[in-house]
């Protein structure tokens, strides 16, 4: 370590000293094996006392492992492994709905290793960072969290990647959310329709009446975990673009089809994400049902919402949703010209190659990628315009009808 971090680490040590001694028997950081089971891996909220004190015990397991009798040696730290074949698929038998989840695949964040010291490293100095966060009854975001680290520690971040990893290796290692590390989401969703949400001691939002731009999903996931939620909707309809968002809204869709519209404007968000299950936790009988462009990009999208991203590691079962792929699909190609239709980009092709190895995508959607794949084409859900603006509604509005969708 440079000398300024040895500092950094000296003080958080010497702050965490006075308070953990009477800790220690109380808090213990859990093994790897202890966060194995998909029932057991939902990271809880503890309160940030109980926070404050687990990082404060692992300073000073740390230290005593520094200061035995003897000569001192320096500990690994064993981690739940987040690579994609540490990944299983739990499902539930009640809601019929599946997620990821790790195994029991271990990694190790050493000092030892050349290759990992580094990221043993950033453990210590994000913990210290969210130590301070919490004393200060602060939140901050994982952007504002990689600004502070990229000026404090830039010899050990220089990515928001690494942030966003290190963050998932102390969730691991506190048995924590991120929330409750004082992390909260930046959220880029929306939500309009047929639902009210009320926050605490707040008035209660009409989410018909919001106009076309629809009601923002706050970042805050304590507050989405506490909101009331009220709803007439049958039907809930994850869209892939704000535009299309927009276009739905716009023409009260959901008036016409009783539901609930939520976009993330692509690739979806923490909070996006938890909004959805929680609707989904409290009205469990209502369809989820998922419009988003034929391209591999919008079935991966698709597949986040429903079983859950393998990068998010132990908080990966807090945000799957039981969701039907409504549209695009092939049988719907004869709807739209074949001017409309582009051909796949490299990157489509990469993400295709990702989900067609992966053992956790259903047969009929592996069946739609290797169309895609063959016709070597996409197709945006916007070509269905091409029977007019008022089209995409009564596109939907059949196959909901129908129950069409898989």
Same mark, same amino acid.
Request: glycine share 6%; net charge positive.
């Given at each position: 370590m440079t000398s300024s971090s040895n500092r950094r680490f000296s003080s958080l040590i010497n702050a965490s000293v006075t308070r953990t001694s009477s800790l220690h028997h109380k808090y213990t950081l859990p093994s790897p094996s202890s966060v194995c089971s998909p029932y057991q891996q939902n990271p809880q909220s503890p309160p940030i006392s109980q926070v404050r004190a687990r990082i404060e015990v692992a300073v000073l397991s740390f230290l005593r492992i520094l200061t035995p009798p003897g000569r001192p040696a320096v500990s690994d730290l064993h981690l739940i492994g987040r690579r994609s074949r540490n990944r299983n698929v739990g499902g539930g038998l009640v809601s019929g709905?599946?997620?990821?989840?790790?195994?029991?695949?271990?990694?190790?964040?050493?000092?030892?290793?050349?290759?990992?010291?580094?990221?043993?490293?950033?453990?210590?100095?994000l913990m210290e960072m969210c130590l301070r966060v919490l004393v200060e009854e602060k939140r901050v975001t994982q952007r504002e969290l990689f600004y502070k680290l990229l000026c404090s520690s830039p010899e050990y971040f220089t990515s928001q990647k690494q942030v966003n990893r290190t963050i998932q290796d102390v969730v691991v290692l506190l048995r924590c959310s991120r929330y409750s590390l004082g992390i909260m989401a930046s959220s880029r969703g929306l939500i309009a329709g047929r639902v009210m949400l009320q926050e605490a001691n707040q008035d209660v939002v009409d989410c018909s009446s919001c106009g076309s731009s629809g009601h923002t999903i706050k970042g805050e996931l304590n507050l989405l975990e506490n909101l009331v939620i009220n709803t007439v909707a049958r039907y809930i309809i994850v869209i892939e673009k704000h535009a299309v968002f927009q276009r739905l809204v716009e023409d009260r869709f959901f008036n016409h089809i009783p539901s609930i519209l939520i976009t993330a404007k692509g690739y979806p968000d923490i909070a996006t994400r938890l909004l959805l299950h929680r609707i989904s936790r409290a009205f469990p009988s209502l +369809?989820?049902? @998922?419009?988003?462009?034929?391209?591999?990009?919008? $079935? &991966?999208?698709?597949?986040?919402?429903?079983?859950?991203?393998?990068?998010?590691?132990?908080?990966?079962?807090r945000y799957a949703c039981n969701v039907k792929w409504l549209g695009v699909r092939g049988q719907d190609l004869q709807?739209?010209?074949?001017?409309?239709?582009? +051909?796949?980009? @490299?990157?489509?092709?990469?993400?295709?190659?990702? $989900? &067609?190895?992966?053992?956790?995508?259903?047969?009929?959607?592996k069946e739609e990628l290797s169309l895609m794949v063959q016709k070597g084409s996409r197709a945006e859900v916007e070509a269905l315009y091409y029977h007019g603006y008022d089209f995409l509604?009564?596109?939907?509005?059949?196959?909901?009808?129908?129950?069409?969708?898989?």
């Open positions: 709905g599946s997620w990821i989840y790790l195994s029991k695949e271990v990694t190790k964040r050493s000092l030892r290793r050349e290759s990992a010291a580094k990221a043993f490293v950033r453990v210590w100095n +369809p989820i049902l @998922a419009l988003v462009d034929w391209n591999p990009a919008g $079935l &991966a999208i698709l597949c986040t919402f429903k079983y859950g991203s393998i990068g998010m590691g132990l908080e990966a079962y709807l739209i010209p074949e001017e409309s239709l582009t +051909p796949l980009k @490299a990157k489509d092709i990469q993400i295709a190659k990702s $989900l &067609a190895s992966s053992e956790i995508l259903q047969d009929n959607y509604g009564k596109y939907l509005a059949e196959k909901i009808v129908r129950a069409n969708y898989i």
